[in-house]
């Protein structure tokens, strides 16, 4: 009898761990939307799916995309975001960027995030108080379009009925981090940043919004961009070598986020405010990687130098002699700050199980 090659071994204990994994996610219901899915979508590179390529002309290549959409679609990643799984969990097409003129109806709402957004400075391109002020165009002219005749655009009961997702604010910190803001300063910031999410919540609502959907921070300083960034000498690691000082500012904020979703919840008592904790399911990702299958939790898929981390700022993935790995390989990280169509597949179930959320509704609450 013929013994199996390593390689044929290799490939089956791939399979069986990826079984595992997809055994250890919270089950799944099925939708119960009883109205067409409506969404609206604010935020930065974790949600955008192609805002950058249709506003600015940026060029996202190979081999972005590789693994679901066979080509690059202006998404950050290797196939699918977060996002795009929460689309398909209510049975809707794919979120299009607010900025892409040519083939989208924008029937089941818009993506106004862009990669590289935050919430400050204000009035910049793609700042949140701009995407809110993107919507409020895109609402107003389809509600002229509705006037002269169109049946196609979203109507007052389609605004009302929608649901906005809020998910930003990642850029503000490691921005100010990159700035050699100083952690006190960066901490002293995060007000300024939450006052700019209530604004955009609130003007929403004053709109007709009622339904929102608002997402954490993540635990950027886990990102291989941010460990190769800081110098060895200055990294404060944590036991999963994250950078703490990092994640420590990631969860003052997303403490002031989640007391100002309870704030917002007693002013608009006419809404429903879900907050959801990210942080937690991006950490415990990364914690317990080989329980979920992965290798390599804080090493990048695509990009240039190896182990370590696998990045390089002067060769990012797509461009110079950076290399992905093999497709079909478990990574987390896809280029450095990006996660891979894997590692989002399983957060987006992990946020569909409802232990993350609070209040704890299911994701398609708002098409019942």
């Given at each position: ?25 919270p089950?799944?219901t ?51 975001l977060?996002?795009?799984?929460l ?9 299009p ?23 400050l400075?204000k ?9 809110v002020m ?15 005749g ?18 930003i ?15 006190a ?21 004053d709109?007709?919004?009622r ?6 921070t ?45 704030e917002l919840?007693?002013e ?15 950490y415990?990702?990364i ?5 979920y299958?992965f290798?390599?939790?804080?090493m ?19 461009h ?9 390989s ?18 987006a179930?992990k946020?569909?199980s409802?232990?993350?959320s609070?209040?704890?509704v299911p ?6």
């Amino acid at each position: 009898m013929q013994m199996d090659s390593p390689k044929s071994v290799s490939l089956i204990l791939s399979y069986i761990t990826i079984i595992i994994s997809l055994l250890l996610l919270p089950h799944s219901t099925e939708s119960l939307c009883t109205s067409k899915p409506i969404i609206f979508n604010f935020g930065d590179s974790n949600s955008d799916t192609g805002g950058l390529v249709a506003g600015l002309g940026y060029s996202v290549t190979s081999p972005y995309g590789r693994t679901f959409f066979g080509r690059s679609t202006g998404r950050l990643s290797d196939g699918r975001l977060i996002i795009d799984f929460l689309c398909q969990s209510v049975k809707s097409s794919f979120l299009p960027p607010y900025m892409e003129s040519l083939g989208s109806k924008f029937s089941n709402g818009a993506n106004f995030a862009v990669v590289g957004s935050s919430t400050l400075p204000k009035f910049v391109p793609f700042a949140l108080n701009v995407q809110v002020m993107q919507f409020l165009h895109f609402k107003s002219r389809s509600n002229d379009l509705l006037a002269s005749g169109s049946k196609a655009m979203i109507n007052d009961d389609g605004f009302q009925r929608a649901l906005y997702i809020i998910d930003i604010g990642q850029n503000d910190l490691a921005d100010a981090f990159a700035n050699k803001y100083s952690y006190a300063r960066v901490i002293k910031r995060i007000p300024l940043v939450l006052a700019e999410i209530k604004n955009a919540i609130k003007t929403i609502h004053d709109n007709g919004g009622r339904k929102f959907w608002v997402h954490n921070t993540g635990p950027f300083g886990c990102l291989p961009q941010k460990l190769w960034l800081v110098q060895p000498s200055s990294r404060d690691l944590d036991s999963h070598g994250c950078i703490s000082t990092y994640n420590s500012a990631a969860k003052v904020f997303n403490e002031g986020l989640r007391h100002l979703c309870t704030e917002l919840r007693s002013e608009l008592k006419d809404s429903t405010i879900v907050y959801v904790d990210i942080y937690t399911i991006k950490y415990d990702l990364i914690a317990n990687a080989s329980k979920y299958g992965f290798t390599s939790p804080l090493m990048a898929c695509c990009g240039f130098g190896g182990p370590p981390f696998n990045y390089n700022i002067n060769i990012t993935c797509g461009h110079g002699g950076a290399q992905a790995c093999n497709q079909g390989s478990r990574f987390i990280n896809w280029d450095g700050t990006h996660f891979t169509e894997a590692a989002n597949s399983i957060m987006a179930s992990k946020i569909l199980s409802q232990q993350y959320s609070t209040p704890r509704v299911p994701f398609d609450f708002f098409c019942h």
